[in-house]
């Protein structure tokens, strides 16, 4: 438990985060990386370049300071930070090395006449608060996820069983264990963590789960990106018989059991979770409204498994909106409010689960709040680091 005096002088460095926070966390970042290589396969060097990782993290640490009377108020941020590092299997000894990374940032960005000896030691205390209620919280995460039928605990073996070309830009994996043992159920929504070897070199990653496992196989679908080194290594090099290491499933973004009706709405290669949703919520009877924008037909994914889906189900309504004209959709241009007015059922009293690129997060996220969707009933997940909407 922090002192009073300690978390007083956590708080009043909240300015200082509002204004230099990312500034701060990206000399953390390089510190960190440039003097502890053997972290950097737990971060995405994409969203270091692209700033998306510091961003989120200085986002992170402000929240922290600003609630830290009143931790309770974090609980979201916390069970994604929590799922994120049981995803990628960061241990308990990785802490330390972070919170030395750290505070040697503050004192260096901010400076001895700010960075002072109690300024200094409040922030480490608060950093060992931190640190350990999140290892405990993935210590028994860990631990239930290796005692549940078909867990297990690290990395575990598994050998590609089948790849399929759902797109020009979109290939699914099909992963079975090496040691033709049972595997992990997971609730639709959730990713699992991957470690493959590139070059010599460690690359974690975290990928949607994009279909319920069936006859003990997960499944990915991954979008080739411009420069993405994993994603490329997949979609040109990743052969059926190769081994990879994946990491049980993990993730807070899931489909909850309900009566209402359920939207699900998709950009682009965001669509891989709610495909596991789709499937799951269809044997429940409710209705089901899938809306999925892509940029053209040629890079859509799977509209063909959801149109049978949809021919055998009445439940299920599905509206496909894409960005160039050349096919067959519902619509052209940019998914809007009008168009969700036009599709969603006219009882806004729905459970809403969107992702897709942030800017089309952020603007469904603004239409279903006019349409008069709750807030508290419109979810959403970010593909890597997270962000405000």
């Known amino acids: 438990m922090l002192s009073a005096q300690d978390r007083a002088i956590v708080k009043s460095t909240v300015p200082l985060l509002e204004s230099g926070g990312e500034a701060l966390i990206t000399h953390f970042y390089r510190t960190l990386?440039?003097?502890?290589?053997?972290?950097?396969?737990?971060?995405?060097?994409?969203?270091?370049?692209?700033?998306?990782?510091?961003?989120?993290?200085?986002?992170?640490?402000?929240?922290?300071?600003?609630?830290?009377?009143?931790?309770?108020?974090?609980?979201?941020?916390?069970?994604?930070?929590?799922?994120?590092?049981?995803?990628?299997?960061?241990?308990a000894e990785h802490y330390p090395i972070v919170g030395a990374c750290l505070l040697r940032a503050i004192e260096t960005v901010l400076g001895s006449e700010i960075a002072t000896p109690q300024v200094l030691s409040a922030w480490g205390n608060a950093y060992q608060q931190l640190a350990d209620i999140l290892i405990a919280a993935e210590a028994e995460v860990y631990q239930q996820k290796a005692e549940a039928p078909g867990g297990w605990r690290g990395g575990r073996d598994f050998r590609l069983a089948a790849r399929v070309q759902?797109?020009?830009?979109?290939?699914?994996?099909?992963?079975?264990?090496?040691?033709?043992?049972?595997?992990?159920?997971?609730?639709?929504?959730?990713?699992?963590?991957?470690?493959?070897?590139?070059d010599g070199e460690e690359h974690r990653r975290n990928y949607s789960l994009s279909a319920l496992a069936k006859a003990a196989r997960y499944r990915?679908?991954?979008?080739?990106?411009?420069?993405g080194k994993v994603s490329n290594f997949l979609h040109d090099h990743l052969q059926v018989g190769d081994q990879v290491q994946l990491f049980p499933p993990a993730g807070e973004f899931v489909?909850?059991?309900?009566?209402?009706?359920?939207?699900?709405?998709?950009?682009?290669?965001?669509?891989?979770?709610?495909?596991?949703?789709?499937?799951?919520?269809?044997?429940?009877?409710?209705?089901?409204y899938f809306v999925h924008s892509a940029r053209n037909a040629a890079v859509q994914g799977f509209r063909a498994w959801?149109?049978?889906?949809?021919?055998?189900?009445?439940?299920?309504?599905?509206?496909?909106?894409h960005a160039e004209s050349g096919g067959q959709a519902d619509a052209i241009g940019l998914l809007d409010?009008?168009?969700?007015?036009?599709?969603?059922?006219?009882?806004?009293?729905?459970?809403?689960?969107?992702?897709?690129?942030?800017?089309?997060?952020k603007a469904v996220k603004g239409h279903l709040k006019a349409l008069g969707v709750p807030d508290g009933q419109a979810h959403f997940e970010f593909f890597g680091p997270a962000a405000e909407l």
């Open 220 to 227: 990915i679908s991954v979008k080739r990106e411009a420069g």
């Open 33 to 91: 990386l440039d003097e502890n290589p053997g972290v950097r396969p737990l971060f995405n060097q994409a969203n270091q370049a692209s700033g998306d990782q510091p961003r989120a993290l200085a986002n992170g640490v402000l929240m922290y300071a600003r609630h830290i009377d009143e931790l309770d108020q974090l609980g979201g941020l916390l069970a994604r930070i929590i799922n994120k590092h049981v995803a990628l299997q960061i241990q």
């Open 255 to 288: 489909l909850h059991a309900g009566s209402k009706p359920l939207v699900l709405i998709s950009g682009g290669v965001g669509i891989t979770p709610t495909l596991a949703m789709l499937e799951a919520a269809l044997p429940s009877g409710r209705a089901i």
């Open 306 to 321: 959801v149109d049978n889906l949809a021919s055998r189900h009445p439940q299920l309504k599905a509206f496909y909106c």
């Open 166 to 198: 759902e797109s020009e830009e979109i290939v699914s994996f099909y992963f079975e264990p090496v040691d033709g043992q049972a595997i992990l159920e997971f609730s639709a929504g959730q990713y699992i963590g991957i470690k493959l070897m590139i």
């Open 337 to 361: 409010k009008a168009l969700l007015a036009q599709w969603l059922p006219s009882d806004r009293d729905v459970d809403a689960y969107f992702l897709g690129p942030k800017g089309f997060m």
